[in-house]
Antibody, heavy 117, light 109 residues
Framework: QVQLVQSGAEVKKPGASVKVSCKASGYTFTSYDINWVRQATGQGLEWMGWMNPNSGNTGYAQKFQGRVTMTRNTSISTAYMELSSLRSEDTAVYYC??????????WGQGTLVTVSS | QSALTQPASVSGSPGQSITISCTGTSSDVGGYNYVSWYQQHPGKAPKLMIYDVSNRPSGVSNRFSGSKSGNTASLTISGLQAEDEADYYCSSYTSSFLVFGGGTKLTVL
């Protein structure tokens, strides 16, 4: 069965970076894009960007351009999302999701990133 | 990219039907047949309920249906059940990006 398993919760100080992983299983990792979506507590969903695991091509939402980097390691079927220059407003649950961005059919369990001094 | 507009909340009694609207522009909802709907229960990851405006993934109840007219998409849930109580989000493709609606809290009375 398709599964996306994300890394555990993180606590970071303002200005630091965080790197969240998303390990895929149950399908061919390079056949589907990986998207990243975040959700602040009590707030809505916010799309951050996508990555093609086969080519490594990426596309980032304008809001995160210059601060986010999406990469992958195909040998271990794992995608990564790194967000830099963290601020308190980046405190949120970060999800990875499989699919083209208009059709995200499987989601990870979410990773809570807390930014606090 | 501006968020799509959804009502903050809707409610209905068991067995009734409800509709949630999702209003965008000709650059997103009106310009592409790539509207999706997600259901999210508290503390859980979102679940895809509708894609490409009106298609249901395998395993999703046929009580859920989607449609679009102009710049507004709609999600209809018929025969409301207690387990339908959740937050619902629409999303639309827009020239290589994705935009979400603000979310709608569905309460089953």
């Amino acid at each position: 069965q398709v599964q996306l398993v994300q890394s555990g919760a993180e606590v970071k100080k303002p200005g630091a970076s965080v790197k969240v992983s998303c390990k895929a299983s149950g399908y061919t990792f390079t056949s589907y894009d990986i998207n990243w979506v975040r959700q602040a507590t009590g707030q809505g969903l916010e799309w951050m960007g996508w990555m093609n695991p086969n080519s490594g091509n990426t596309g980032y939402a304008q809001k995160f351009q210059g601060r986010v980097t999406m990469t992958r390691n195909t040998s271990i079927s794992t995608a990564y999302m790194e967000l830099s220059s963290l601020r308190s407003e980046d405190t949120a649950v970060y999800y990875c999701a499989r699919g083209p961005l208009q059709l995200m059919d499987y989601w990870g369990q979410g990773t809570l990133v807390t930014v606090s001094s | 990219q501006s968020a799509l507009t959804q009502p903050a909340s809707v409610s209905g009694s068991p067995g009734q039907s409800i509709t949630i609207s999702c209003t965008g522009t000709s650059s997103d909802v009106g310009g592409y047949n790539y509207v999706s709907w997600y259901q999210q229960h508290p503390g859980k990851a979102p679940k895809l309920m509708i894609y490409d405006v009106s298609n249901r993934p395998s395993g999703v109840s046929n009580r859920f249906s989607g449609s679009k007219s102009g710049n507004t998409a709609s999600l209809t849930i018929s025969g409301l059940q207690a387990e339908d109580e959740a937050d619902y989000y629409c999303s639309s493709y827009t020239s290589s990006f994705l935009v979400f609606g603000g979310g709608t809290k569905l309460t089953v009375l």
